[in-house]
């Protein structure tokens, strides 16, 4: 759901950029009252904003007035089209101070958004070193004191004094990393708010530029409408009725874009408010003995096959499954760099497999297929992949199909798969396992 709203609203984005229209009110996320949805569309116009529809009353009644009068000769139209050159050049003027004065705030502003995104990755990195500290000190290092920033040497013992001891009570590594977290969410903001801003300079400028470029044309329309024939018609007339009849048609169209944006959102926030009500009936429901069952059955195997596959970075017996994301956790955080690399590939192998053995014992939803595309990574011991295979044939028995993609040797491959069923199908180096039907 909530690709599909982002989806939808970066249509919208992409449909107003060449419009030099600001969207408002944007909701970035899905939202559960449809009263939330209300996106407008707004136009820079001299020192404040106007919505897109009364840009478009304001363009149409201009055009209307043109359309009553007639097209002027040049003749007719001279001291008019004097007045309107000067009027002209005098907007340009303007307009072009309006555009160096926005550009040079579009530059501070994202100067001052470098800044903000500089503070919020150090911050990140702050945090996370603190984080390892503490997991560091929760395992029992010595040394993690360190990386938490405390000031004695790990290797001789020396104070390293860094001259910022302004207090005496300093805080807890848990107090220190909760201060870090509420710091890294106001830069945050800071910078998401920033972000908007410049988008709204962005487009300011982009709108400058576009009315810069016009007023130029009509500068140009008018000095060619002043040296043609004095019976010939205004060029700028005709030039201004179709700049307003192309205008009027674009904001149309961003309008009607805008208003089925928002029909589309609002209908999505009643679904999203369905799905965050069904998946509380979900929780307050529970969970049933069936679905505690597949935990324990899926935690067991696992355990199992990591005990067969010589896994000895933990004790396979304190590897849980999480009753929230259904992952291999090991006291209460998720399996990282606490495992070697070829152990994380057998708890890899250990997971997959356990899930299919799941779908094999209860009814689950589970397609009953495992494939597994060069799975002794890591130079994975031998004897461990000899135990996956024995695994995976006794569960293919069972009416699954499991397929694997190896590069092993052929001869050491054929003595594993000895005794055990299975179907091999080998390739000449180069060859293609996939061909075309003849």
Known sequence: MQTEWRQ???????????????????????????????????????????????????????????????????????????????????????????????TELLAESTSRRDGLEFRVEALEEDLQRHKDAALLRRL???????????????????????????????????????????????????????????????????????????????????????????????????????????RIELLKEVQSEIFATNGDLRARAVQWSDNRASLRALAEQGRSRQDAAKISFLQNSLREQLRSYHFNSLDPDSIDISPDTYRPIHEGFDLGFDLSASDMIRVIWAYLLAFLEVGLHFSTNHARLLIFDEPRQQETNRLSFSALLDRAAYVNA??????????????????????????????????????PVQ
């Not at 009315?211 to 018609?233: C, D, E, F, V, Y």
């Not at 499991?402 to 179907?423: C, K, V």
């Open 8 to 102: 939808v609203v970066d249509r919208l984005i992409g449909a107003t950029k060449g419009a030099a229209v600001v969207l408002r009110d944007v909701p970035a996320k899905p939202v559960i009252e449809t009263v939330a949805v209300s996106i407008e569309g707004v136009i820079a116009s001299g020192s404040g904003w106007v919505s897109v529809d009364d840009e478009i009353r304001l363009l149409s009644t201009r055009l209307s007035e043109l359309e009553i009068a007639d097209v002027p000769t040049v003749e007719e139209g001279s001291q008019q089209l004097s007045r309107d050159l000067s009027h002209a050049q005098e907007s340009l003027t303007v307009v072009t101070a309006q555009l160096r004065q926005e």
């Open 140 to 246: 029992g290092s010595e040394h993690a004191a360190v990386i938490g920033g405390e000031s004695t040497c790990p290797t001789c013992q020396q104070a390293l004094p860094d001259g910022f001891d302004v207090t005496l009570t300093p805080m807890s590594p848990d107090e220190s990393i909760a201060y870090i977290e509420q710091e890294l969410r106001t830069f945050r903001a800071m910078y998401s708010d920033m972000q908007r801003v410049i988008e709204g300079q962005k487009v300011k400028v982009v709108g400058l530029r576009d009315r810069m470029s016009q007023i130029q044309r009509n500068i140009r329309a008018i000095k060619q409408s002043l040296t043609s024939p004095s019976a010939t018609p205004s060029v700028a007339a005709v030039a201004e009725k179709i700049r307003l009849l192309d």
């Open 398 to 435: 069972r009416e699954a199909q499991i397929i694997f993609a190896t590069s092993e040797e052929a001869e050491t491959l054929a003595g594993m798969l000895r005794g055990r069923p299975h179907r091999l199908i080998s390739c000449a180096p180069g060859a293609k396992l996939l061909k």
